[in-house]
């Protein structure tokens, strides 16, 4: 996905400013920087979740594929089957867990029958490495499940479809440790198949999951770069007072 | 002297009290060291003022109540009451003619013989009277004496206070309660009595409804007093017809409101929604007579159904589903608003359009809420009357042809109550026993409902 010039307006108030980024399939790449820098609101122009907020407005030019995702004849519908969303907090349906993974291909219609369903869940739920905690039980709710439980079953969701990209919004920041490390080895083992792009508010999880970096600070993107280097050896000297703990 | 008069004295003294506590309570504060007592003066006017004032009102309630009687009492001591009627309607007259006058209600008498009981009357009248007083300003005085010889400096008058204003709110909160007892319990005493005249099963599961007031209340027939035509009549007007209107409308509006309306029209949608709810129900019962159900009889005829009534079960169903669907709506409102947003944003961000959102996602997860307004709704349609008593008819019918006439239980029992038979006829009580059988089922319903919001509650939070 690139992002060319791309500003976001709340009302009149402007959020993100100017940004221009070119996010490689191959990768995970992390959005990191301070509570309100806009990482997040970019996050969500990216599957175009910010049509959500009728007062928020998008300028600039967002390609997937070569295909600009804001132009009139885009579909919403098919641009966020292809740009999955995992969110902070998780949200599993109040559903059984086999509906949870099953309610994509449904609205999409692209199992055909039962059996296809049966292995798109089975699927799912191995690449989120839910299934051999939950196979049993595949009729509970999913809102019965722990926290950690609910984030991998939202990741299996969003791969259910077959997404291209997979946006996280600060996926870890409501689960514990232990949890954590879970969902980080998942994107770890997710990382290849999908284009990954996580927003974070902890350094260590960027540098750990991620192979490249962009920093935002005050809704401007101010560097973007291998994670390694970004890390150790910052070219702006804000990201290096803000990777150093100086603020934020 | 007349309660209202007491009960302004009562005030008159309670005031004083807390004039004189407050005082009380200012020179303690400058007598100690520091300038400070346990509580604050006012409270301790308020302690002394409340131990005049509700002792007090007490009395004035009690003695309201026992002065008239004692007052007639020492009429009928009098010798000119030994030649009274003995009993009966003439004595009774007799009695409140020479009481209205003697108290200046009406300037002469209609029956000469109330002449000789004026005097009579105002003496005991003046005699207990002062009574009253001179007792409502004992307990004055010695209750607010008793409450301020315990103001001290260290007097933890708020807690006092407070206490006191718990137990009237207590009280308050009581008096629904208690009312809703002794509905019940005056409901199943007639309720008892008529099934002594008229077998329960009879009652339950006849299907001939058309108790005769006229007949000899000691022999009913039995197979007069089916209720189940009224019972059908109920169900398929308010549960059936109505809700056929009521719950789509309902939700459709429901799912508008909170879903797409932008939020200047909602601000606009929902309150003038809920102003339905607040038209009176005799409102919609001249609509439905005057032009619901002519319209429905009008078509009906030119779709060639020649005995078409003019009061039908589908005139009175169609307004009351119409009444209702503010209940449905705000309900379902709620539940679905109610839904966190995490769940929509969840379900878009899967690719599903809004319709699909609601469908499988919204509407599933409010469902219980909206079920509980669903059955809030039935109760409420299953008890209205005035729509029924103007557009359903009175004959007790047991069809399904929503054009014919048909009757309720709400109906009959206002039909039973105003008509000409005696109290204790089987007929007259048999209202009675309809309205027991309708408070169980509403209440049931509501039960019912208020469980399942409770447990759709704790599942968001």
């Known amino acids: 996905m690139s992002a060319r010039n791309v500003s976001v307006f709340y009302g009149d108030k402007k959020a993100l400013d100017d940004v221009s980024i070119d996010i490689p399939t191959e990768y995970v790449t992390a959005f990191i920087g301070p509570s309100g820098c806009g990482k997040s609101t970019f996050l969500r122009t990216l599957n175009r979740m910010n049509d959500t907020i009728p007062s928020a407005r998008v300028e600039g030019k967002i390609e997937l594929d070569g295909e600009d995702i804001y132009r009139s004849r885009m579909d919403v519908v098919q641009l966020r089957a292809r740009v999955g969303m995992v969110f902070q907090k998780p949200n599993p349906f109040p559903k059984s867990i086999y509906d949870n993974i099953a309610y994509g291909p449904k609205i999409h219609g692209t199992a055909d029958g039962k059996d296809e369903l049966d292995a798109i869940v089975e699927k799912s739920l191995k690449r989120a490495g839910l299934w051999n905690e939950v196979k049993d039980r595949l009729n509970d709710s999913g809102t019965a499940l722990s ?31 232990i949890a954590t490390a879970k969902i980080e080895e ?6 290849g198949r999908y284009a990954i792009v996580i927003v974070t508010h902890s350094m260590q999880q960027a540098a750990r999951v991620s192979q490249r970096t962009a920093f935002f600070h005050l809704g401007k993107m101010v560097e973007y770069g291998r994670t390694s280097d970004i890390f150790t050896n910052p070219l702006e000297k804000r990201t290096q007072d803000y990777i150093t703990g100086r603020y934020g | 002297m007349s309660p209202i008069i007491l009960l302004l004295l009562a005030l008159a003294l309670g005031l004083a009290g807390w004039l004189a506590a407050r005082a009380r309570a200012w020179s303690f504060q400058r007598s100690s060291a520091n300038g400070r007592i346990a509580s604050r003066p006012t409270y301790h006017a308020w302690y002394v003022a409340l131990w005049i004032v509700i002792p007090v009102t007490l009395f004035i309630t009690v003695w309201g109540i026992l002065s008239p009687q004692l007052v007639t009492q020492s009429v009928l001591a009098t010798p000119a009451a030994s030649e009274l009627p003995a009993f009966g309607f003439k004595r009774q007259a007799i009695l409140s003619d020479a009481r209205a006058v003697a108290t200046g209600a009406a300037q002469g008498v209609f029956n000469p013989e109330a002449r000789a009981f004026i005097g009579p009357y105002r003496d005991a009248i003046s005699y207990y009277g002062t009574i009253g007083l001179v007792v409502t300003l004992v307990i004055a005085f010695l209750a607010g004496a008793f409450a301020f010889l315990r103001l001290k400096p260290d007097f933890a008058a708020r807690n006092r206070v407070e206490k006191i204003v718990m137990a009237v709110l207590l009280l308050a909160s009581l008096v629904a309660i208690l009312t809703t007892l002794g509905i019940i319990v005056s409901l199943v005493f007639e309720t008892v009595r008529f099934f002594g005249m008229v077998n329960p099963i009879d009652f339950l599961f006849g299907t001939q409804w058309g108790p005769d007031p006229m007949s000899s209340p000691d022999s009913p027939d039995p197979s007069r007093y089916g209720a189940i035509p009224l019972f059908w009549g109920t169900i398929y007007i308010g549960a059936i017809i109505a809700m056929i209107v009521a719950i789509p409308l309902g939700l459709m509006s429901a799912i508008y409101l909170t879903q797409y309306a932008r939020p200047s029209w909602r601000r606009w949608l929902k309150p003038m929604l809920e102003i339905l709810a607040g038209v009176p129900t005799v409102v919609y019962g001249y609509f439905a007579a005057l032009t619901v159900a002519p319209a429905i009889r009008d078509v009906a005829l030119s779709a060639g159904i020649s005995n078409a009534s003019s009061e039908s079960a589908l005139a009175a ?7 209702i669907i503010p209940f449905v709506s705000s309900m379902a409102d709620d539940s679905i608003a109610a839904v966190p947003s995490a769940m929509r944003d969840g379900s878009l961000a899967m690719g599903a359009t809004t319709s699909e959102t609601i469908r499988k996602v919204l509407v599933p997860a409010a469902l219980p809420g909206i079920v509980a307004g669903v059955m809030l709704a039935i109760s ?43 109290f204790d006829h089987p007929a007259t009580l048999s209202a009675f026993a309809l309205g027991f059988v309708l408070f169980l089922v509403t209440l049931a319903l509501n039960f019912f409902a208020l469980r399942v919001v409770k447990r759709f509650r704790e599942a968001y939070e």
């Open chain 1, 147 to 177: 926290g950690g439980q609910q984030q991998r079953l939202c990741i299996a969701r969003a791969i259910a479809v077959d997404p291209e990209v997979i946006l996280m919004d600060e996926p870890c920041s409501a689960l514990d440790p």
């Open chain 2, 317 to 323: 169903g169609l307004v009351m589903g119409v009444m």
């Open chain 1, 186 to 191: 998942l994107i770890g083992d997710l990382n």
């Open chain 2, 380 to 422: 409420r349609a299953i008890g209205e009357t005035m729509i029924v008593v103007m557009a359903a008819g009175a004959a007790a019918n047991l069809t399904a042809n929503p054009l014919e006439a048909m009757t309720t239980v709400t109906f009959q029992i206002v039909a039973m109550l105003t008509g000409e038979g005696s």
